[in-house]
């Protein structure tokens, strides 16, 4: 199997894109402020944009579609062709796990990023309670997904250029095809005669 360029666009345009939502993400997290009901004696929480929420959701879904499509063409190491053993297989073996692992981080961070952003609390307070606390993300959740994306990045592409340079597809070919040998046995027998 050889390195396909379009894949590898592929691959390193949706993790782009996945990171620069990340970011994007981070950047639009919800903010809130305690407002006094003016029917009640409560305060309450009002939040901002819940823009981080679909960016958050947007690059985990890209994520999710760039390491199904190089586990797919790989065949996710395996279910795939055999490989030359050396380091060429060591190197994608390592790639792989590191690919995963980076991958399962940012997809964690950037779904809990998420699903914490989304969440609104309603009212908690009191009559003039000044302290009160609206749940909001702690910042650098989605960065943290943001950086992970770009390791994930990494992984993914060594993991394919090495796994194509150390796959053999199944079969090892000798270097010169069929190994025909010439015979003296003419030789021999003008040599009797």
């Not at 939502?21 to 409560?42: I, M, N, Q």
């Not at 009002?46 to 499509?69: E, K, M, P, R």
């Not at 060591?90 to 961070?109: K, N, P, Y």
């Amino acid at each position: 199997m050889g390195v396909s360029i379009p894949v590898l666009v592929i691959v390193i345009a949706l993790h782009l894109i996945a990171f620069v939502l990340a970011v994007g993400a981070e950047r639009r997290r919800s903010t809130a402020k305690v407002v006094p009901d003016k029917y009640d004696e409560r305060t309450y929480c009002v939040y901002g944009t819940d823009a981080s929420t679909v960016y958050g959701l947007a690059a985990f879904g890209l994520l999710l579609i760039s390491q199904t499509l190089v586990n797919g063409v790989t065949k996710c190491l395996c279910f795939g062709r055999g490989m030359m053993g050396g380091s060429s297989t060591t190197c994608a073996i390592f790639f792989f796990v590191f690919s995963w692992v980076s991958f399962l981080g940012a997809e964690a961070c950037l779904l809990a990023g998420s699903a914490r952003n989304a969440y609104h609390t309603k009212y908690r307070g009191v009559f003039l309670a000044d302290h009160l606390s609206c749940a909001t993300l702690r910042k650098g959740v989605f960065a943290a997904g943001a950086a992970l994306t770009l390791l994930s990045m990494i992984g993914s592409i060594f993991y394919y250029w090495i796994h194509s340079k150390a796959d053999t597809g199944g079969w090892q070919k000798h270097q010169n095809g069929l190994g025909m040998a010439t015979s003296n046995y003419t030789e021999s027998t003008e040599g009797k005669g």
